[in-house]
């Protein structure tokens, strides 16, 4: 079938894709599937204390209003753009993966369903109703991570098809040899991004007038995010050692540019310290609440917006669609 050319010539289809789905992912990743299990912990201690579940309330709407307002225009904007740009890809990954996709968007809507019960029964079910509103939010943490790991097996497969090329089943499509490595990457990073954002919100979710409290959930999020940290290196070892050969010898192009190649070892090492950075000021906050300060605050999330970008940048670049 013949269809019409997309070309945008003053920012490139690629970089209109790009942008899309970054900030999807920096939203999706962040507020959803890591941000979502973040509230759900603290609004568990405000079982025991109405002051935290306060906090979690306060964050829980700015990740609400964040994730159905731009979470969802961006994730229709990704087929939008994808599909204007490239509609033969796109309808090859709808054939192979027809059922993951069909899957997804239930799993999309049972989510949807979720956080809208989650949101506008908070201050309903209180007291003895509590308990089972926490069991709600887990239930809904589990739909957003199930989203993100069915997408990430067409994301995989797009590295390294893997046994398909052979038996050509949505099973081992699926189950290509990069699915888990880079799912085990991304849940712990969602994790920490959302560690990152809850830092950078914490004028608008922790009391200024009660410093103790303020210091206490300064001290959670800190060790929420310091705890999957570790995961997150472990996850990102394995995802980079599941890369094909081929790919990870385009990294230091994917990483810079052409012109500017030889610089990768040098980027990598400034790539490490951001993520160091992030680490450290996350172990301040655990160990040291009353030390952090309003604008340290702020830094693992821009850190971490960052060094996403240059991840997303580098796993596009290197399959070479």
């Not at 079938?1 to 962040?30: E, S």
């Not at 700015?62 to 890809?89: D, E, K, Q, R």
């Not at 007038?209 to 929420?224: E, F, H, K, N």
């Not at 940290?229 to 050969?245: E, K, N």
Request: charged share 15%.
């Amino acid at each position: 079938m013949d269809l019409p050319v997309f070309h945008l010539d003053w920012l490139n289809n690629r970089v209109l894709i790009a942008v899309i789905a970054v900030l999807h992912v920096l939203v999706n990743h962040g507020m959803a599937v890591g941000g979502l299990p973040l509230v759900c912990y603290l609004e568990r201690r405000g079982l025991a204390d109405p002051r935290w579940d306060a906090v979690a309330w306060r964050l829980l709407k700015i990740f609400f209003v964040v994730t159905t307002t731009v979470g969802a225009m961006t994730g229709v904007g990704i087929w939008l753009s994808a599909s204007l740009v490239n509609p033969i890809a796109i309808g090859s990954l709808i054939r192979v993966f027809f059922w993951t996709w069909f899957t997804e968007w239930l799993v999309f809507v049972t989510e949807v369903a979720l956080i809208l019960a989650y949101y506008l029964t908070w201050t309903r079910w209180q007291g003895a109703r509590k308990a089972r509103h926490v069991r709600l939010g887990v239930g809904l943490s589990i739909a957003s991570w199930a989203t993100m790991a069915l997408i990430v097996s067409i994301l995989s497969f797009m590295m390294d098809p893997g046994a398909w090329r052979a038996d050509r089943t949505l099973l081992s499509g699926m189950l290509n040899p990069v699915y888990l490595p880079q799912l085990a990457f991304r849940t712990p990073l969602a994790m920490v991004l959302a560690g990152a954002y809850a830092l950078a919100g914490l004028r608008w979710i922790a009391p200024r007038d009660d410093a103790a409290l303020r210091a206490a959930v300064v001290r959670a999020i800190g060790r929420w995010t310091l705890a999957w940290t570790p995961v997150l290196v472990a996850g990102g070892l394995w995802y980079a050692r599941a890369v094909p050969a081929a790919m990870a010898a385009n990294a230091p192009v994917a990483l810079l540019t052409q012109a500017l190649a030889s610089w990768a070892s040098a980027a990598r090492w400034g790539l490490l310290g951001a993520g160091v950075v992030v680490a450290g000021v996350a172990a301040l906050a655990a160990w040291r609440p009353r030390r952090l300060a309003p604008w340290l605050a702020v830094v693992p999330a821009v850190l971490a917006i960052g060094l996403i970008g240059v991840f997303e940048r580098v796993r596009e670049f290197v399959r070479t669609p």
